[in-house]
C-alpha cells in the first residue's frame, strides 16, 4: 500500500485558506484543527480543575478548618467534579484524537459533517464555561456534587441552574461528535477497508460514539426535569409534590455508568495502538479485541444499579445488577490479557507513550479489582460513600483515561507538531506523575475502609495520616503534571524535527508527512491487509 502526493500537500498547520490569524483556527472545518482547539481547551480547563483539587487536598491535611469554610469546600468538589467529568474526562480523548486522528486512521480527508464538528466546538466551550462561571455569579457555587442528586439540587439556593445548564450543553456536543464519527466510519472508510481491516482506535471509537448517541439524552432529559422542577415548580423528584427522588438516580446512572465507558473505550483503544508499535508485531487477538469493545459498550447499559445498592432496591435487582457488574468485567479482562500477550515476545522498545500505556494497565487493573468489591452485595454496604469510592473512582478514571491521554500525546505529538519532545524530561514526569498519583489516591483505599466518608469537609483524627500521604501525593502528581506539558509545549515550538514515522508505526497516519497535510491525502490509499502487519514497514502489504 502506497500513499502517494502527500508530500505536495502544505500543512495544516500552514495552510492559509479564507480566513487569517486566529479566525483561520476558529472558523475552521479541519478535523486536525478542531482536535487542537478541544486540546487546547482541556489543558486549560484540566488545570483550572486540578488546582481546585490541590485546594481541597491542602484543606483535608489535617482536621479542621485549615484554608477554607465548609460552604467553599463543597463549592469546590462540585465545580471540580462538574469541569473534570463533563468538560474534559468524557469529551477527553474521543474529541481531541478522535477528531484529529480518526479520519486519517481510516483513510479519510475529514469527518462526514465538518461544519457540524466545528459547530460541536463551541457548544463545548459555551458549556465549559459556563460550567467555570457558575462557581463565581449569583447565589454562590453550586453545592450538590457533581451528580446533582435531589433534594439538594432542588433545595439549594446556589446556581444549581447554571451548572445543569452546562452540563445540559456539553452533552448536546457530545452527542453531535458521536453522530458525526458514527456516519464518518460508515461511510469514509478508504477502499478496501472492509469492518475487520480497521484499526481498533476507531473501533472503539466507533462503540464510543453509540454510547454518546444512545445514553446521553437521558442525562440531558433528566437535567431539564430538574431545572422544571426548581423553576416551575414540577413534581418530578420532591416527595411534597409527588415526586420520587430515587427516580433521578436511576435516570442518571442510567446515562452516567455507560458514560463510564464513554470515558473508557477510547483510552482503551489508543493503548491498543501503542503496544503493537513498540513491540512490533501485531495486536494478539484482534476479533476478540474488537468483540470486547463493542460487548462492554453493550452490557454497560444494564449494569447503573450497583450504583444504588444502598437505595432502597429491591433484593432481586441487587442480585441482578451485582451479576451484571461481575459480567462486564469479563470483555475488560479480555483486553488486559490481549495487551499483555501482544507484549509478549516482542521486541520492546520503552519510549514514554508505552511507558505511560504500561502504568494505564496496572491503574486500571486495581481500579478494575476494587470495583470489584464495590460489585459485591455485601461489601458494597461497608465501602458506599467512602473514601474507598473515590479512590476507585479516580484509579478508573485518572489512571485509566488520563495515563491513556498522557500515552497518547507522547504517542502522536511528533505526528501532530511534526516537533520531538526531550525523553529525559517526559521519564522524569512520568516518574512523577506515577508516584504522586499512587501516593495521593491509594491511601484513600485504606481510610476508606477504616470509614471515613467521601465529600467530607473534616474528619476524625484517626484518618489524618492517610490525608497527610494523600495531600503529599498530590503536590507530586501536580509537579509531573506541569513539568510535562511544559515539556510538550517546549517540544512542539523547539523540539528536533520529527520524522515521518519516529516509532516505526504500520498504521496510515505513520504513511503521511509530519504534521499532516491539510486534505491528509492527495489520493486515497487502498486497503489491500489487515492493520498491525510489520513484515515491511515501508509497504505494508
Known sequence: MSISGSETQVSYLEYQGKHKGIWSWLLSTDHKRIGLLYLYAIIIFFFVAAFLGLLMRIELIAPGRTIMEPQTYNGLFTIHGIIMIFVIVIPGLAAVFGNFFLPI?????????????????????????????????????????????????????????????????????????????????????????????MPLFPWALYATAWIQVLATPIVGITLLMV???????????????????????????????????IMILP??????????????????GYGAI???????????????????????????????????????????AIKVFNWI????????????????????????????FTGLVLGSLATNVQTHDTAFVMAHFHYIIFGGMGFAFFAAIHYWAPKMFGRMYNFRLAYIAWGFNFIGFNMLYFPLFI???????????????????????????????????LLMVYNLI??????????????KGVTLEWKIPSPPPHENFDDLPEITSKPYLFGNISDNK
Open 341 to 368: 500477550s501482544t507484549m509478549y515476545g516482542g521486541s520492546i522498545d520503552l519510549k514514554p507513550p508505552l511507558l505511560y500505556a504500561i502504568s494505564f494497565i496496572f491503574l486500571f487493573m486495581i481500579g478494575g
Open 227 to 261: 431545572i422544571a422542577e426548581r423553576v416551575l415548580n414540577i413534581g418530578f423528584f420532591d416527595p411534597a409534590l409527588g415526586g420520587d427522588p430515587v427516580l433521578f438516580q436511576h435516570l442518571f446512572w442510567i446515562y452516567s455508568h455507560p458514560a463510564v465507558y
Open 267 to 284: 483510552a482503551m483503544g489508543i493503548v491498543t495502538e501503542i503496544f503493537p508499535t513498540f513491540s512490533q508485531k501485531p495486536v494478539f
Open 105 to 197: 486512521l481510516i483513510g479519510a480527508r475529514d469527518v462526514a459533517f465538518p461544519k457540524l464538528n466545528l459547530f460541536s466546538w463551541y457548544l463545548y466551550m459555551i458549556g465549559a464555561i459556563l460550567g467555570v462561571l457558575s462557581q463565581f455569579i449569583g447565589g454562590g457555587a453550586p453545592d450538590t456534587g457533581w451528580t446533582f442528586y435531589v433534594p439538594y439540587s432542588v433545595e439549594s439556593s446556589t446556581n444549581v441552574i447554571y451548572a445543569l445548564t452546562a452540563a445540559f450543553i456539553l452533552g448536546f456536543s457530545s452527542i453531535l461528535t458521536g453522530l458525526n464519527f458514527i456516519v464518518t466510519i460508515h461511510r469514509m472508510r478508504a477502499p478496501g477497508m472492509g469492518w475487520m481491516r
Open 290 to 332: 474488537v468483540l470486547s469493545s463493542l460487548a462492554i459498550a453493550f452490557v454497560g447499559y444494564f449494569v447503573w444499579g450497583h450504583h444504588m445498592f444502598t437505595s432502597g432496591m429491591s433484593y432481586n435487582a441487587r442480585w441482578f445488577f451485582s451479576f451484571l457488574t461481575f459480567i462486564v468485567a469479563v470483555p475488560s
Open 447 to 481: 481510610v476508606g475502609l477504616q470509614g471515613m466518608p467521601r465529600r467530607a469537609y473534616d474528619y476524625l483524627p484517626q484518618f489524618q495520616s492517610g490525608h497527610v500521604l494523600s495531600t503529599i501525593g498530590s503536590f507530586i502528581l501536580f509537579a509531573g503534571l
Open 490 to 503: 517546549r517540544g512542539a515550538r523547539k523540539g528536533a524535527v520529527a520524522p515521518a514515522n519516529p516509532w
